[in-house]
């Protein structure tokens, strides 16, 4: 199969577009239709059905979630409703939309990309790669091999008095109208932490932010390899997609 769907679903918005896997690339323009506030899981997953509807697809469907999932079972929500705890996703998406569908961490799909086309291409040793958004998102790769569901984003620093991502997602930097220099010390701490904690080879900075990458990049100052993603915002839908077939 050369052309499957990917879904990202974010904070703010629900995105989707044809993958050309053989490239790794969109086959199709994105469409982007706004997360429904409350964001709850009957909402999301009827913004979910418009988008495949729109493509006219019923192939196997790849769909990225901020949250941590198991076996097709949601079991964190940090920047959606409360209400995706505990609920069946994989199951509930596969019945509204008639697609067979693969549902999992949006970070881990974002991953999953940027190892397979990007930054990440060819690369042995422990990977990691964060995706600074409304939210942060965390992927291990040992050797190729994915470490699922981390959520590294939520670890607590205790200068920062509460979860790492409310101190340094690419959402807090609009939000507080921090300078680059500001947010980029804050981004320094935390992976000076990360990097004392897991000694990565090769860190990977992405989402929508990192096309911005020469304006922060140089204040992490760690012992890893630090690069900026090369799939940026379309990893989420790319890793999407190639997920519903591997
Ligand atoms: C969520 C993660 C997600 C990340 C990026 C975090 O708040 O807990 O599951 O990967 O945001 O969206």
């Not at 052309?3 to 629900?14: A, C, E, K």
């Not at 418009?50 to 006219?56: G, Q």
């Not at 080879?201 to 900026?228: M, Q, R, T, W």
């Amino acid at each position: 199969m050369k052309h499957v769907l990917g879904i990202d679903i974010g904070g703010s918005g629900i995105k989707g577009a044809m993958v050309d896997l053989k490239k790794g690339q969109f086959a199709t323009d994105r469409l982007r239709i706004e997360t429904p506030q409350p964001a709850t899981p009957k909402a999301v997953i009827k913004t979910v059905k418009k988008i495949v509807e729109h493509f006219d697809y019923s192939g196997p469907l790849g769909v990225g979630i901020p949250s941590v999932v198991q076996n097709g079972i949601v079991k964190s929500a940090a920047n959606i409703d409360k209400g995706w705890i505990g609920y069946p996703g994989q199951k509930e998406l596969a019945k509204s939309t008639g697609c067979d569908v693969t549902l999992l961490n949006d970070a881990d799909v974002a991953g999953v990309a940027e190892m397979k086309y990007g930054a990440g291409k060819d690369r042995n040793g422990a990977v990691m790669i964060f995706t600074l958004g409304t939210g942060v998102g965390s992927v291990m790769f040992i050797d190729g091999k994915l470490i699922p569901n981390l959520e590294l984003g939520h670890m607590y620093l205790q200068y920062m008095k509460h979860d790492a991502e409310d101190h340094m997602a690419s959402r807090i930097r609009d939000e507080e109208g921090l300078s680059w220099k500001e947010w980029g010390a804050r981004l320094n701490t935390y992976f000076q932490h990360i990097d004392a904690l897991f000694s990565p080879d090769l860190i990977i900075i992405g989402g929508g932010v990192s096309k911005k990458h020469e304006k922060f990049l140089h204040h992490i100052d760690v012992n890893a390899e630090v690069v900026p993603a090369q799939l940026r915002n379309e990893a989420g839908i790319v890793g999407a997609a190639v997920s519903a077939v591997s």
